[in-house]
């Protein structure tokens, strides 16, 4: 039987759940799966560039990153229905005098982990293309996860920035959209009081990627059973669920460029992925 070695952040307890389901499906249609989890996106990049894994299941830092060590030789696959257009949010106190844009100049902004796409990448490089540079036009304050904690660590640093936002510690926040229709629906998370003062330019989220130098055949295997997968088979309905999709649609990676702006804005290649040795 064919095998592929899948990298997968274990971003959340559901994950191997998951990838539990969906390797099922793919060995009963003769793929048999080899998962390789990883608590971050840094030792994955490592391990995919060094031909340790074959296929990657990237967030959107994930891919761009990937992208950039791979000198784009990867080859992209698919990603989910709902990985298309998402947006990063700024947020203000509801009695707040900030209302555009340009009143953000001078003021405080709590933005999540620094290696966060949603909570920190993307809002930056849209600021940035709206004429605010960091540390000229506004303060950065960036609020990191608990380094022991495993799974959710973008979610805390944007929750960190929300609470902060809400104490009058800073004068904005940033998170991703999916995270704050979260808040909303989350009793346990306090929106009271504030306001979305502006939504980002559009960007893409997940995609798979594959080896360069992994057997095309073998790979567009993994693809047309991924992209034929159907939320109505009883072996994937909760898989897919749980990962948040209604069906696996062909990659796109032309709309990653406010991702891939602000991580050279930011250089976050060169800080935050020293570390990648290949």
Not at 12 to 18: L, T
Not at 164 to 182: F, K, P, R
Not at 237 to 246: D, V, W
Not at 250 to 274: A, H, P, V
């Amino acid at each position: 039987m064919d095998k592929i070695r899948l990298g997968a952040v274990m971003s959340s307890p559901s994950v191997p759940e998951i990838w539990w389901e969906f390797g099922k499906y793919l060995k009963d249609h003769g793929l048999e799966l080899e998962m390789v989890y990883h608590d971050f996106y840094k030792p994955q990049i490592n391990s995919f560039l060094r031909g340790e894994i074959d296929v990657t299941w990237n967030g959107p830092l994930g891919f761009v990153a990937t992208n950039h060590f791979a000198k784009g030789k990867q080859l992209n696959g698919p990603m989910r229905d709902t990985d298309l257009d998402t947006k990063s949010l700024i947020l203000v106190r509801e009695d707040s005098d900030i209302q555009s844009l340009e009143d953000l100049k001078g003021k405080v902004i709590g933005f999540g982990s620094s290696d966060s796409a949603e909570g920190r990448i993307a809002p930056i490089s849209y600021l940035r293309n709206n004429g605010l540079d960091i540390g000229k036009d506004y303060t950065e304050k960036s609020f990191s996860a608990d380094p022991n904690q495993l799974f959710g660590t973008f979610a805390q640093g944007e929750r960190k920035a929300l609470k902060a936002l809400q104490d009058g510690e800073v004068d904005a926040s940033a998170c991703w959209i999916g995270m704050y229709n979260g808040w909303i629906n989350n009793p346990e998370v306090d929106t009271e009081g504030i306001r979305v003062l502006t939504e980002t330019s559009t960007f893409d989220h997940c995609i798979f990627c594959g080896r360069p130098d992994i057997d095309p055949d073998l790979y567009k295997k993994f693809v047309d059973l991924m992209i034929n997968m159907d939320k109505s088979d009883p072996r994937v309905q909760k898989g897919m669920e749980m990962e948040h999709l209604n069906k696996w649609i062909e990659g796109r990676t032309s709309n990653f460029k406010l991702l891939q702006d602000g991580c050279e804005y930011l250089n976050i290649f060169d800080n935050d992925f020293k570390d990648i040795n290949f």
